[in-house]
């Protein structure tokens, strides 16, 4: 992803496309998101032959994602939770040959990649919450680029895109980054934006969960509103906490695992 920005910056290409749940909530400057993709199915799914109720007490889930260890870990104390890594297909591969019980994943990608045969269950929101941004694509451009710009504005969506922002505030608000276990969807509702917010102990011994609503043009204010909601309700004790031992890790060159971005493209003239 760094690699794409600098490329960006230097003008050596035009265009980075990201999974937007991948992004900071900070972009370096001179470069913006000049179009957000209409959202694709924003949940998570359980790649199994069965769903999380039926797995036997001790089974092992593989996963890449804290927020997702811990709201396996809260829904089922009893189950082992380790780090699953790899491209779609080797994730399902070690999934398949036994290394794991069970995995869980976006459904966007194993949507998109025809992939919904492997699916044992798709969890609504209210069950597991998704990442910031899950489900949407962001184009990313230098700012000032109005050429790029026009060129790719047919396939922004809009109401994505207000529904991104809100989220989005909500992290850069919260700080959040993957050493922290949170999650926040935002919906338009009646001509209102109903967002969810979440933030947990990795162990999923924790949680802190609450929703807001808010009109379509305060995006932001409704991003950062609720995340003071959830600093009153106790949640920065996690935040601090998880930040301390991220540092740690730091001082001990534990790298932070990010998904990849997925494309990259550079205009014709």
Known sequence: MKELEVALLKGEIDLAVHSMKDLPATLPEGLEIAVVSQR????????CSQALNELEAGSLIGTSSLRRQSQIKHLRPDLQVQVLRGN??????????????????ALAG???????????????????LPAVAQGV????????????????????????????EAERAFLKATQGSCQVPIAGYC?????????????????????FQTQQQ???????????????????????AIIDGLKK??????????????SPTIAYYQMMS
Not at 93 to 102: M, R, W
Not at 214 to 232: C, E, M
Not at 245 to 258: A, D, G, H, T, Y
Request: hydrophobic content about 35%; proline content about 3%; overall charge negative.
């Open 88 to 105: 779609v297909e080797t994730r399902i591969g070690k999934i398949q040959s036994g290394q794991y019980d069970a995995g869980v994943m």
């Open 187 to 207: 919906e338009l509702m009646d001509d209102e934006l109903l967002m969810n917010a979440w933030i947990g102990q990795p162990d999923g011994s924790q949680i």
């Open 137 to 164: 694509l962001g184009l990313e451009t230098r700012c000032g680029d109005t050429q790029t710009f026009e060129l790719i504005q047919h396939i922004h969506h809009q109401e994505t895109a207000v529904c991104v």
């Open 40 to 47: 694709e199915d924003a949940r998570d799914a359980l790649v």
């Open 110 to 128: 194993l949507k998109r990649l025809g992939l919904d045969y492997v699916i044992g269950e798709v969890f609504p929101v209210s069950t597991m």
């Open 214 to 236: 808010a009109p379509f043009q305060s995006a932001q204010h409704l991003g950062q509103a609720i995340t003071q909601h959830l600093l009153d309700m106790g949640s920065q």
């Open 245 to 258: 031992e991220s540092e740690q890790n730091c001082l001990n060159s534990v790298p932070c695992q990010v």
